[in-house]
């Protein structure tokens, strides 16, 4: 394995440098933002080439988390041919050190890969792949999932997950929760690696700083934002060409339910918006049934958890869904985007509900 770093003014444009030094197999291991003197900000992505031929399947690197390619008819680049001994040391201790880097990734890379590879096919492959994605992932739920006791009980109000296939996603909770961050993690999967037509909207207008926050990630990835000045704008904001629509919503306050309802009262008439409600994965039954009924007037479509990595423990991740009838599709387990984002099975979420991510526990362990 082998780690470099890559700057560019913006993250297309790294992960351009990117492609262009390592060729598709890198993977992006970590990205950043970065000063650039007077001339403002630049990103800057740390990525490795992975020649582990144990891994699931020929797909794997920039785009098997990030994109991926059947390789298995190219020459081997030269970092992979047969080496001098004597440098045999110190590149067992590099691969050692970027596999403690990599390792964490993994999962997240082995589900993108699927995706990316529907979405580099040819147009007819890809709605095969997709359909092909999608009965697998419903076969999976049906395994892991008890079916329900009640026969008379919708299905989908006993499911822990429930992939999303909206074109247009709003996010709403409370004020820090974590919604403009998951909005660039999202956008930046969907753009970089799906290679998706995504735009941004936010609502966000009447906070100093709200709008800067998003259009930072927004030209940091290069998609489209839009600021709309009312809810009421909404109805013509979204663009049938785009692939996905993300809209973020400012975090309100307990006593604001005139601004939800007011918003909801727009939403109603747009059925392409999914709403995902955000709740942070420390949240107790009672903060969370809060939560639930404040934006009740909004129909959210799913839960979306954030900040599982400060928990060790969420018990609500698998209570919540079945108690409001709202399965949850994403979570999101730090502050890194876009790697800190999962798309959890229904095993993943009992396993994250028993024990959070365990980071908490271990920094514990380690300062006694
Ligand atoms: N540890 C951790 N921090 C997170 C996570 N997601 C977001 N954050 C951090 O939470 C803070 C608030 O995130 P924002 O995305 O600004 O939250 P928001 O919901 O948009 O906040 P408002 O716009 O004020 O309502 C930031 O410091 C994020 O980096 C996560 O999964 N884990
Ligand atoms: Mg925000």
């Known amino acids: 394995m082998k780690i470099m770093k890559f700057e560019g003014s913006s993250m297309r444009e790294a992960v351009a440098k990117v492609k262009a030094e390592l060729g598709d197999q890198a993977v992006i291991v970590s990205t950043r933002q970065i000063r650039r003197g007077l001339l403002g900000t630049a990103c800057e992505i740390s990525a490795a080439i992975d020649n582990d031929d144990d891994d699931v399947g020929p797909t794997r690197g920039f785009g098997?988390?990030?994109?991926?390619?059947?390789?298995?008819?190219?020459?081997?680049?030269?970092?992979?041919?047969?080496?001098?001994k004597s440098n045999e040391k110190s590149q067992?201790?590099?691969?050692?050190?970027?596999?403690?880097?990599?390792?964490?990734?993994?999962?997240?890379?082995?589900?993108?890969?699927?995706?990316?590879?529907?979405?580099?096919a040819d147009?007819?492959?890809?709605?095969?792949?997709?359909?092909?994605?999608?009965?697998?992932?419903?076969?999976?739920?049906?395994?892991?999932?008890?079916?329900?006791?009640?026969?008379?009980?919708?299905?989908?109000?006993?499911?822990?997950?429930?992939?999303?296939?909206?074109?247009?996603?709003?996010?709403?909770?409370?004020?820090?929760v974590g919604k403009t961050t998951t909005i660039a993690k999202l956008a930046a999967r969907a753009a970089l690696i799906d290679g998706k037509r995504v735009s941004l909207i936010t609502l966000d207008?009447?906070?100093?700083?709200?709008?800067?926050?998003?259009?930072?990630?927004?030209?940091?990835?290069?998609?489209?934002?839009?600021?709309?000045?009312?809810?009421?704008?909404?109805?013509?904001a979204i663009d049938d060409e785009d692939d996905l629509t993300l809209i973020d919503t400012a975090g309100?306050?307990?006593?604001?339910?005139?601004?939800?309802?007011?918003?909801?009262?727009i939403v109603a008439n747009l059925p392409e918006?999914?709403?995902?409600?955000?709740?942070?994965?420390?949240?107790?039954?009672?903060?969370?049934?809060?939560?639930?009924?404040?934006?009740?007037?909004?129909?959210?479509?799913?839960?979306?958890?954030?900040?599982?990595?400060?928990?060790?423990?969420?018990p609500e991740l698998s209570r919540?869904?079945?108690?409001?009838?709202?399965?949850?599709?994403?979570?999101t387990t730090g502050q890194s985007v876009p790697e800190d984002l999962e798309e959890p099975t229904t095993a993943r979420v009992q396993e994250l509900a028993a024990s959070g991510l365990g980071l908490v526990r271990s920094s514990r362990t380690n300062a006694a």
């Open 123 to 176: 147009s007819r492959g890809t709605a095969e792949l997709r359909n092909e994605v999608a009965a697998l992932r419903k076969l999976i739920e049906q395994l892991v999932t008890p079916p329900p006791t009640a026969p008379a009980q919708p299905v989908f109000s006993t499911q822990l997950t429930a992939p999303s296939h909206a074109r247009a996603i709003m996010l709403v909770g409370p004020t820090g």
């Open 252 to 265: 309100r306050s307990p006593r604001d339910v005139g601004a939800i309802r007011e918003l909801a009262n």
């Open 205 to 236: 207008n009447y906070r100093v700083g709200g709008v800067d926050q998003i259009r930072t990630f927004a030209e940091l990835i290069g998609v489209p934002l839009r600021v709309l000045e009312s809810p009421a704008e909404l109805t013509n």
């Open 64 to 84: 098997s988390a990030y994109a991926a390619q059947n390789s298995s008819t190219k020459e081997p680049p030269a970092y992979e041919k047969p080496h001098d």
């Open 92 to 120: 067992l201790q590099a691969e050692l050190e970027v596999e403690r880097v990599v390792s964490p990734l993994r999962g997240e890379l082995k589900s993108l890969r699927a995706l990316v590879r529907a979405a580099t």
């Open 320 to 331: 919540a869904p079945a108690r409001l009838s709202l399965p949850i599709t994403w979570v």
């Open 273 to 314: 918006i999914e709403t995902h409600l955000v709740c942070a994965a420390a949240s107790s039954a009672t903060s969370i049934e809060e939560l639930a009924n404040r934006y009740r007037a909004l129909k959210p479509q799913r839960l979306l958890f954030t900040k599982v990595d400060e928990v060790d423990e969420a």
